[in-house]
T-cell receptor, first 115, second 118 residues
Framework: NAGVTQTPKFRILKIGQSMTLQCAQD?????MYWYRQDPGMGLKLIYY???????DKGEVPNGYNVSRSTTEDFPLRLELAAPSQTSVYFC??????????????FGEGSRLTVL | AQKVTQAQTEISVVEKEDVTLDCVYE???????LFWYKQPPSGELVFLIR??????QNEISGRYSWNFQKSTSSFNFTITASQVVDSAVYFC???????????????FGQGTILTVHP
């Protein structure tokens, strides 16, 4: 019952460092997403993917990159970390079709602090 | 552009009280989906309900009920006989268009923090 797995759960970065947040799902979902949640705010979409090899920008893509080489994995890379990227990051996936299409399955989140 | 507004930032109730969380949305699309998610203190997001724009029938699931009114662009959520375990942040979200990745491209409200006191 793994669902969506994110690593690491916590990370502190220095300004200018880079890192990759890992996300893997074992539900064979076509769609995967990265959201960020800032304090007191709702989630905002960073990037999404409709399948292996296909990605697209969401609402707040600046400072991030993604790749989707397999159906299971959707890593999010932060280049040149900035304090504005301090946030909780959620990876999610959803089915292409079938019952409950549209229901997002979320990972537990990754809390990132940039100092 | 889409927008979701949850007017109540925080609500505090005593156990067994009924509580309604308001959600108002804006979209130009005629086909869209509305969602409610729960985020308990542990931090994960839990799917509660999805409603499409063509189905205005209210829904009840145990102590939870949802009132969708297209005329007022509202999708309110009521918890009957609240319990301490209902304490969480609740998010209303909107996804416009039918099918495809629009399903997961959600626009979230800012959330309502619900605290249920024993």
């Amino acid at each position: 019952n793994a669902g969506v797995t994110q690593t690491p759960k916590f990370r502190i970065l220095k300004i200018g460092q880079s890192m990759t947040l890992q996300c893997a799902q074992d539900m064979n979902h076509n769609y995967m997403y990265w959201y960020r949640q800032d304090p007191g705010m709702g989630l905002k979409l960073i990037y999404y993917s409709v399948g292996a090899g296909i990605t697209d920008k969401g609402e707040v893509p600046n400072g991030y990159n993604v790749s989707r080489s397999t159906t299971e994995d959707f890593p999010l890379r932060l280049e040149l970390a900035a304090p504005s990227q301090t946030s909780v990051y959620f990876c999610a996936s959803s089915r292409l079709r079938g019952p409950n299409t549209g229901e997002l399955f979320f990972g537990e989140g990754s809390r990132l602090t940039v100092l | 552009a889409q927008k979701v507004t949850q007017a109540q930032t925080e609500i505090s109730v005593v156990e067994k009280e009924d509580v309604t969380l308001d959600c108002v949305y804006e979209t130009r699309d005629t086909t869209y989906y509305l969602f409610w998610y729960k985020q308990p203190p542990s931090g994960e997001l839990v799917f509660l309900i999805r409603r499409n724009s063509f189905d205005e029938q209210n829904e009840i699931s145990g102590r939870y009920s949802w009132n969708f009114q297209k005329s007022t662009s509202s999708f309110n959520f009521t918890i009957t006989a609240s319990q301490v375990v209902d304490s969480a942040v609740y998010f209303c979200a909107l996804s416009a268009q039918a099918g495809g990745t629009s399903y997961g491209k959600l626009t979230f409200g800012q959330g309502t923090i619900l605290t249920v006191h024993p």
